[in-house]
């Protein structure tokens, strides 16, 4: 199982990543908000203003305050190409 940090020591599995997106459109802000009624939100910003939005392939939605660029590169770099 390939892991890559989020940031703050929170770790997230690759195989399981669907899409790293921004989290500015309003689409992604329902997106979020029905996750959070689901209680499939998983919040890894510690406090930080979210950067990132991680969609899983189990359908849950993870906040990371690090930009998705930053995510993508570290994708890429376990998989050992480019992003």
């Not at 959070?36 to 510690?46: C, S, V």
């Amino acid at each position: 199982m390939k892991l890559i940090n989020i940031g703050f020591g929170n770790m997230i599995s690759v195989p399981r990543v669907v899409a790293v997106i921004s989290p500015d459109s309003a689409p992604i802000k329902r997106m979020i908000g029905e996750a959070r009624e689901r209680g499939q939100l998983i919040d890894a910003t510690y406090g930080r203003r979210t950067r990132a939005v991680i969609i899983s392939d189990s359908g849950h939605v993870i906040l990371a305050a690090i930009l998705p660029e930053t995510i993508a590169g570290r994708i890429a770099q376990e998989d050992g190409g480019d992003a």
